[in-house]
């Protein structure tokens, strides 16, 4: 059965105007004006001029939980598949955060296997917070060469009282592993680096590019709208040619210390001369937002949510073009992480897309690899356990 969809707005992120597009297995064979297959058997879904999107690409996602900061009983829970799908994301990357002690990479590997197998499209990274890496084989340029859905390392943690301190030597090493696993693999080896509110913020990813040959795009730093000195920081870091990441995942209270929301601090990066193809958004989803008093210790912690990715990219729309605000969470995020069937709309490409509606801009219905995983808010996909 091919699937035919019809009146769509399609932006795949830039924006192509209404188009047909023809679904055929787990590809979209066709995206053209007035498809119409003959002689064969056709599921027609009419999108009545619902905006056609790329599913959104997470680069950072606690899928397995985490906190714990506060003790074992602020551990937060896993992702279920229903909400990022909800959430229009059908691309994730997991990853382990401040506790590799009491959560495994071999838990991590199975949580990862089994969004796969609900539809998403999920990968992780090794490591965690801490030096010397935690790996699934015992080696990390082994974990990224010979594990699928391992693309590279992290989330490391710089600039923050929860890492290991390491020196630039240390990361360099690590880099320079990531870097050459990735070479191998054809994957990227980035290494994602937790950025915490420490006055030293980048200057440890300045440092292993001032004394050594790995680029500055090897290292994909989070966590940049902290305050407004982390994003100016940041976009000079930006224009040396690296990567910035902004998490959408936010409370009131950090909001209140400083940080700004992730499509404010965009913006005022882009302002600042920040190039736009350098800059993504992540949800950190499942991680947990700590707020710690003046003595270290957490006096508050709340849960992030994947949802929040969509909700940061809905508030761009009022201020970029679509197309612009489209690329940060899907063209962007995809080309970083080396994953070139991610991220587009395209024909010859994999049939991963979002239909939403062109007023409210909710996500209605959700294809990933060919399949629907909901349907006008109905999910599709068959899940096991649930209330």
Avoid at 102 to 127: D, I, V
Avoid at 183 to 211: P, Y
Avoid at 333 to 354: D, E, S, W, Y
């Amino acid at each position: 059965m091919l699937t035919l969809i019809k009146n769509a707005r399609v932006f795949a992120p830039q924006d192509c105007g209404q188009l047909d597009l023809l679904v055929a297995g787990s590809q979209i064979l066709a995206m053209e004006p007035n498809l119409a297959p003959a002689g064969l058997p056709v599921e027609t879904v009419d999108a009545g001029g619902q905006w056609l999107i790329p599913g959104l690409v997470d680069s950072l996602v606690h899928i397995t939980g985490g906190g714990g900061e506060g003790g074992y009983a602020t551990r937060t829970p896993e992702l279920n598949a229903e909400d990022a799908v909800r959430a229009g994301v059908t691309t994730l990357v997991g990853v382990l955060g401040t506790d590799a002690t009491c959560r495994s990479l071999g838990e991590l590997f199975g949580k990862t296997q089994a969004l796969r197998a609900q539809g998403l499209n999920c990968y992780m990274h090794s490591g965690s917070y801490q030096l010397p890496v935690k790996t699934l084989t015992g080696d990390l340029r082994q974990d990224i060469m010979l594990i699928d859905p391992v693309l590279g390392v992290g989330e490391v943690a710089i600039a923050d009282h929860r890492g290991s301190q390491p020196s630039w030597q240390e990361l360099a090493r690590l880099a320079s592993d990531a870097r050459v696993a990735g070479m191998l693999s054809g994957k990227s080896g980035v290494v994602s680096i937790h950025v915490g509110e420490d006055e030293t913020a980048l200057q440890l990813l300045h440092d292993v590019v001032d004394n050594t040959a790995i680029p500055i795009n090897q290292f994909y730093p989070t966590h940049i709208g902290r305050s407004d000195a982390l994003i100016e920081k940041g976009v000079a870091y930006a224009k040396r040619g690296g990567y910035l990441d902004f998490t959408t995942s936010t409370t009131e209270a950090i909001l209140a210390m400083g940080e700004r929301r992730a499509a404010d601090a965009l913006m005022y990066a882009l302002e600042l001369g920040a190039p736009l193809a350098q800059m993504t958004l992540s949800s950190d989803a499942q991680g947990s937002l700590p707020h710690f008093n003046a003595a270290g210790r957490l006096d508050g912690l709340e849960v992030a949510a994947i949802g929040s990715l969509w909700d940061e990219v809905r508030s761009l729309f009022a201020r970029l073009p679509a197309e612009k605000a489209l690329a940060v969470a899907t063209l962007n995020p995809a080309r970083v992480l080396g994953l070139g069937q991610a991220g587009r709309v395209k024909a010859g490409m994999a049939a991963t897309f979002n239909l939403v509606d062109a007023e409210t801009h909710a996500v209605r219905s959700v294809m990933s690899n060919g399949k629907w995983l909901m349907r006008e808010q109905e999910l599709t996909f068959r899940r096991l356990f649930a209330e």
